[in-house]
């Protein structure tokens, strides 16, 4: 029996908890790899910033003027929170967190493919080529908003794909509210606002 011919045999649950397995494979193995053989590589150029931004609001300075524009606030905020939590080893628990996320955008990336596509094949296609595209894993790791912000883009895009198909008010209003978290974590989003007005008309 043939992969293709597995997979299609699996339950729905089965079938994300399978994509889900693949990502998490692929990105502990390539930060192991990024983090043994290249410590010396500077993948995002802002952590800095981010980590001085959430040590402020830890300490009650929640201006977050980065000198030439003001940082969108999700990311700052949750980096916060994680060094709330777990303290020094926050630094670990921010990739560990961002692979979990990375590895959920991968399933609904398949949900989303399947709905536009209705085809078995092309999702899982998609989502392979989506698994192994290099910046899908370049910021897993990194202190940086990529991966949140792609996450939720895809969680958003999922629910107003499927809202529109169906007619389901409630999967609208999941769409806009993760939208609006997409936004608050980097606002160049917003070019993007039209085309979803023009869509849904």
């Keep these: 029996m043939t992969f293709k011919s597995r997979f299609k045999n699996l339950k729905k649950k089965e079938k994300y908890g399978l ?41 009650g300075n929640f201006n977050l003027d980065g000198g030439t524009f003001l940082v969108a606030p999700v ?3 949750f980096l916060a929170f994680i060094k709330l939590i777990f303290g020094n080893y926050w630094n670990w628990a921010v990739p560990i967190f961002q692979i979990g996320l990375s590895c959920l955008s ?8 399947k709905l536009l596509f209705e085809s078995e094949e092309v999702a899982f ?4 080529g989506y698994c192994f595209y290099p910046f899908t894993m370049w ?5 940086s908003q990529e991966t949140i912000y792609q996450t939720f883009l895809i969680f958003s895009i999922y629910h107003f794909v499927f809202g529109l ?17 997409c936004f608050l974590t980097k606002s160049i989003i917003l070019f993007y606002s039209p085309f979803q007005c023009l869509i849904s008309t």
């Design 165 to 181: 198909k169906y007619q389901k008010q409630m999967h609208l209003i999941y769409a806009a509210i993760l939208f609006s978290i």
């Design 106 to 113: 991968g399933v609904y990336l398949y949900k989303l493919a």
């Design 75 to 77: 990311f700052p905020y």
């Design 139 to 143: 910021y897993v790791h990194s202190i």
């Design 125 to 128: 296609l998609g989502v392979l």
């Design 19 to 59: 994509i889900f397995f693949i990502f998490l494979v692929v990105r502990i193995a390539f930060v192991f790899v990024l983090k043994t053989y290249f410590p010396h590589l500077e993948i995002f150029p802002d952590s800095e910033r981010y980590d001085i931004l959430s040590s402020q609001i830890l300490k």
